[in-house]
C-alpha cells in the first residue's frame, strides 16, 4: 500500500500542502492539475527522488525517507517504476541493454520478463536498435517495458501521453494500465492532459486545492 | 554491465576519447623511447666500458680518445710510438695492455691492428670458424662485419684508407679473413681485426702510422728501414693502448704518470662515459618534458571529455538514479571510462614506443655500433601505465563528482 501524511512540500517559493492519499494493491489514481499546480513535485515525493519538506510517505510499510540514501536507491530500485513525459536513456546502449541494465541496478536478471515484455508493446524485432533510432512513441513505450523490468510495486508516470498523438496516447494508456493490472502494482499518473479524464476511477485534481 | 556500460560510452564518442588516447600514447611513446633509449645506451656503455679500465694515446681529447679507441665511434686522436709506452706494458699494476692501430676502413667497418689478446683477453671472445690470425693481412672478422658483408674464411677484400667514408683504396694490400668470431654483442661484432704489422705494412709510405698525420720530418727518418715487412717494434706508431689494471691502485698512480709525458695522455672510459651522459641528459630532460606537456594535454582532454560526457548524459545519469542506481555506481562507472581510457593509451603508447624504438635501432646501431632492440621491455613501463591509470582516474575525479551530486528531480524537471 501507499500512503502519504500531510505531505508539504515547498514549489516556487510557495508552500503547497497536499491530501493524503491511500492507495491499496492495483490501485489506479489519476492526478490531475494545470502546470505550476505542484504535480510534479508530489510524484518525486512520492518515488523518493525528493524528500517533502513536512510529511511521509509510506510504501509498503515504510517510511521510504527514513531510509539512508543507498538503501533508498534500492528500494527505488525494486519496487518503484517510473515513466516521464520525455522519455531518457543510456544513448550508448542499445533497447536491451538499456533494459538488461535496469535490471542490472536491482541484481535481477530475468531476461525472459524483457522478452515477454517487448513481445506485448510490439517492440522485439527493435530490441538490437539504438535508442536515437526509435520514435517518440515507441521510446515511451521502451520507457513503460523498463518501469515494470523489475516488478515493481508500484508505477509512477508523469505526463506519460502528453507528447504523443491520440492514437499513441491510446495505446501508452491501455499498456501502462494493463502492466500495472497484470503486475499488481499500484499505478499513479499525474497530467494535464484531458484526454485521461475519463479512463479513472480514482482522481485527484490538484487545481481544486487552495494554496 | 557497469563496464559494459563505461565501454559503450567511449566506444560511442569515438573522436573525444580517440583524441585522449592519442594524446597519452603519444607522450608514453616518448617515455618510453627516451628511457629505452637511454637505459640500453648506458648498458651498452657501461658494458664496453668496464673492459678497459684506461685508454693511453697522444695529446687531445680525452672523450675523443675513449669514444674512438673503446666504443670506435669517433675519429682517431693522434699516434704514440710503441716506445713511449713501453713503461705501462712493464708497470706493475698492469695485467693487461693492448696496442691498437686504426687507420682503415672496409666498407665503413672498421680494420683494426692489434694483437690476439684483445680478441682472447680483453672481449674473451671465441673463434667460430677459422683461426686467429699470424701473419700480416690476415684478417678475423667479427660476427656482424661477417655477416653483413658476407664474409667466409678465405675471402679477401682491399681496404680503403680512413675509418668511415673512403678516400683511397689501398688497392695493392689484398687482406685474407682467416677466422671469424661468435657473436658477442659487443663493439667487437662490428670490427676487422688484424696483426698490428698489417696497418703498417699498408701504409708503407709512413710505415710507423696507424694512421694519419704524415710528419714530414718523421717520413724521412725511416726512410731507411723499408722492409716488405714490418715487425713491432720500438719506433712503430699505435694509435692507442687499451690498459687493464691488476690493482685498483693502478688507477691512483698510473693515470698521473702517463700524463706527465709530453706526448701522452691518459683518459679513464668510465669517467668519459660519465660525462658523456652528463651532456646527454639535459636533451633527455627537454624530451621529458615535452611528453609530460603532451601527458598534461592528455589528461586535460579525458577531463574536458569527461565532464562535456556529463553535461551531455545527465538525464540518463538522473534516469538511472531514479532506476535505483546509487551516486556511488555513477561515480565508479565515469572512473572506469577515465581507466579505461588511460589504460588503452599507456599500452599503446608503449607498443608505439617499442615498435619505433625497433625501427630506430638500424639508425642507432650505424651510429654507436650497437644493437638496439625494441622488445626489451622494462619493469618500469609497468610504472607508466599503472601511473598514467592513477593519474587518469584523478582528472576523472572531478566530473565523476559532478555526476555523483546530480539531483535526480531537479534534472529530470529541466527535461
Redesign the interface.
Known amino acids: 500500500m501507499l500512503q502519504t501524511n500531510d505531505l508539504n512540500i515547498k514549489y516556487d517559493d510557495r508552500l503547497i500542502s497536499y491530501p493524503n492519499i491511500d492507495l491499496k494493491i492495483a490501485e489506479q489514481l489519476l492526478i490531475t492539475g494545470r502546470s505550476g499546480s505542484g504535480k510534479?513535485?508530489l510524484l518525486?515525493a512520492l518515488?523518493g527522488?525528493?524528500k517533502p519538506n513536512e510529511g511521509d510517505v509510506i510504501i509498503e510499510n515504510i517510511n521510504i525517507y527514513g531510509l539512508t540514501?543507498?538503501v533508498l536507491?534500492?528500494f527505488?530500485?525494486?519496487n518503484i517504476g517510473?515513466v516521464?513525459?520525455?522519455p531518457?536513456?543510456?544513448?550508448?546502449?542499445d533497447v536491451i541493454?538499456n533494459l538488461?541494465?535496469?535490471q542490472?541496478?536491482?541484481k535481477n536478471k530475468d531476461e525472459q520478463l524483457i522478452h515477454t515484455l517487448l513481445d506485448k508493446v510490439g517492440l522485439i524485432d527493435r530490441k538490437k536498435a539504438r535508442i536515437h533510432e526509435l520514435s517518440e512513441g515507441e521510446k515511451q513505450r521502451v520507457s513503460i517495458v523498463?518501469s515494470v523490468v523489475?516488478t515493481p510495486k508500484l508505477i509512477l508516470a508523469d505526463e506519460p501521453t502528453s507528447a504523443l498523438d491520440d492514437q499513441s496516447c491510446e495505446i501508452i494508456l491501455d499498456i501502462i494500465k494493463s502492466f500495472s493490472k497484470e503486475n499488481n502494482a499500484k499505478l499513479i499518473i499525474v497530467t494535464h492532459d484531458q484526454r485521461l479524464k475519463n479512463k479513472f476511477d480514482e482522481k485527484l485534481d490538484l487545481d481544486a486545492l487552495k494554496v | 554491465m557497469l563496464l559494459k556500460y563505461s565501454v559503450k560510452n567511449i566506444i560511442t564518442k569515438p573522436l573525444s576519447s580517440g583524441l585522449s588516447v592519442l594524446l597519452m600514447g603519444v607522450s608514453i611513446m616518448i617515455i618510453v623511447l627516451a628511457y629505452s633509449t637511454m637505459s640500453q645506451l648506458a648498458s651498452n656503455f657501461n658494458k664496453n666500458a668496464n673492459k678497459v679500465d684506461l685508454v693511453v694515446g697522444s695529446k687531445g681529447s680525452g672523450m675523443q680518445l675513449v669514444l674512438c679507441n673503446v666504443f670506435h665511434i669517433d675519429q682517431p686522436t693522434g699516434n704514440i710510438s710503441m716506445e713511449s709506452i713501453q713503461f705501462i706494458e712493464k708497470h706493475p699494476f698492469v695485467s693487461l695492455a693492448v696496442p691498437i692501430s686504426l687507420g682503415d676502413n672496409y666498407k665503413k667497418f672498421r680494420i683494426v691492428g692489434t694483437r690476439p689478446s684483445f680478441i682472447h683477453e680483453l672481449y674473451k671472445a671465441n673463434i667460430k670458424e677459422g683461426e686467429l690470425f699470424e701473419k700480416s693481412l690476415q684478417v678475423v672478422a667479427g660476427s656482424r662485419v661477417a655477416q653483413e658483408l658476407r664474409l667466409k674464411v678465405g675471402s679477401t677484400f682491399t681496404g680503403s684508407h680512413g675509418v668511415g667514408e673512403s678516400v683511397h683504396d689501398h688497392g695493392d694490400f689484398e687482406y685474407e679473413i682467416v677466422g671469424i668470431l661468435e657473436k658477442t654483442g659487443e663493439v667487437i661484432d662490428q670490427l676487422l681485426l688484424t696483426p698490428l704489422e698489417s696497418v703498417w705494412d699498408v701504409h708503407p709510405e709512413n710505415h710507423q702510422k696507424g694512421s694519419f698525420e704524415l710528419s714530414k720530418e718523421k717520413l724521412d727518418k725511416h726512410d731507411h728501414h723499408h722492409h716488405d715487412h714490418h715487425h713491432e717494434n720500438a719506433l712503430n706508431e699505435i694509435t692507442s693502448l687499451l690498459v687493464k689494471y691488476n690493482s685498483p691502485r693502478g688507477k691512483f698512480t698510473l693515470p698521473g704518470s702517463v700524463n706527465k709525458k709530453s706526448e701522452l695522455m691518459a683518459a679513464e672510459p668510465a669517467i668519459e662515459i660519465q660525462q658523456l651522459f652528463e651532456l646527454i641528459q639535459p636533451a633527455v630532460d627537454i624530451l621529458m618534458r615535452l611528453s609530460w606537456i603532451i601527458f598534461g594535454l592528455a589528461m586535460i582532454s579525458v577531463f574536458i571529455t569527461l565532464l562535456n560526457s556529463m553535461k551531455d548524459r545527465k538525464y540518463e545519469i538522473a534516469m538511472m538514479r531514479a532506476g535505483g542506481a546509487s551516486s556511488k555506481k555513477i561515480f565508479i562507472s565515469v572512473i572506469f571510462e577515465s581507466i579505461i581510457i588511460s589504460l588503452l593509451g599507456s599500452i599503446l603508447g608503449v607498443i608505439l614506443g617499442h615498435t619505433l624504438m625497433e625501427l630506430l635501432s638500424g639508425l642507432v646501431l650505424s651510429n654507436y655500433n650497437y644493437d638496439f632492440s625494441g622488445f626489451l621491455f622494462y619493469p618500469v613501463e609497468f610504472l607508466f601505465i599503472l601511473g598514467s591509470v592513477f593519474i587518469g582516474m584523478i582528472s576523472a575525479l572531478y566530473p565523476a563528482y559532478s555526476a555523483y551530486k546530480i539531483n535526480i528531480a531537479q534534472t529530470l524537471k529541466k527535461s
Open positions: 510534479t513535485s518525486n518515488g527522488l525528493q540514501q543507498r536507491d534500492q527505488r530500485g525494486k517510473f516521464f513525459q520525455r531518457h536513456f543510456i544513448n550508448s546502449l541493454s538488461k541494465f535496469s542490472y541496478l536491482v523498463r523489475n
